[in-house]
């Protein structure tokens, strides 16, 4: 089975919204331009130490990630957004490459970035990565975020496409014996995307990726928007590098 597609032309972005509404995913033809991607992969390139899986340091301040972020084009496959309309919240890079050719088990997508923290109630546990505070929020705030994941290089199935479980955003935060149940009760869609491609999802979708049975490159910007700000004080990280 294969993922519904639309393109990133204004006539197919209703399509897009529904499928990302009832499916929690959606894959979107050319988002980004090739050639935009070519033009920046060195300064990307920049960020990976060799054999490392990724970053989440800096990526958000690359000339053409900061470009595709201000001019809207990561946002054109989103739905429209009540509160304070969609801005970014994080950005990750993805590296599977024969030196760092690895899985990801089946799983959902629990905490956000902040900029410190703060005793609020429904957020916990808190973690540090890369110097940067996370913690996991209520339901409702996963809910209202969606993650625009742009392949910068061609991927199919043999080199570790992304593979998620549609509808399964709808189901809350869910236990281990919660994954088991239904990674066995439905049907694993696999992403397969060209580069320029994205996939939006939702965060509390069921997804994961296989190592690479042609371990080529299979690098993904990965950007977390919200729509909405945190309560009781708490503070979305920056994305500043």
């Not at 309560?231 to 990280?237: D, F, M, Q, S, V």
């Amino acid at each position: 089975m294969t993922c519904r597609t639309s393109s990133g032309s204004g006539d197919a972005v209703a399509l897009a919204e529904g499928n990302l509404e009832a499916d929690g995913f959606e894959l979107v033809r050319e988002l980004v331009p090739v050639r935009q991607i070519l033009g920046g992969l060195e300064d990307l390139e920049a960020l990976i130490s060799p054999g490392s899986a990724g970053t989440r340091r800096g990526v958000a301040g690359v000339p053409c990630v900061r470009r595709w972020l201000e001019s809207g084009t990561l946002l054109r496959g989103l739905p429209q957004a009540g509160g304070s309309g969609w801005f970014p919240v994080r950005a990750l890079l993805f590296d599977k490459s024969p030196t760092a050719n690895w899985g990801v088990p089946w799983h959902q997508d629990l905490a956000i970035a902040v900029a410190g923290t703060r005793e609020v109630p429904g957020f916990g546990p808190w973690s540090v990565k890369e110097g940067v505070v996370h913690v996991h929020p209520p339901v409702r705030v996963l809910e209202r975020m969606a993650t625009v994941r742009v392949s910068l290089d061609d991927c199919g199935p043999d080199n570790g496409a992304l593979r998620v479980l549609p509808g399964t955003h709808l189901l809350g935060k869910l236990s281990a014996t919660g994954i088991a149940r239904w990674k066995s009760e439905v049907a694993p869609v696999t992403c397969s995307a060209g580069r320029g491609d994205a996939v939006l999802m939702k965060p509390l979708l069921l997804h994961a990726s296989s190592p690479a049975v042609v371990p080529l490159r299979r690098r993904v910007l990965h950007v977390e928007f919200a729509c909405e700000p945190l309560p009781h004080g708490l503070i979305w990280a920056s994305l500043t590098p």
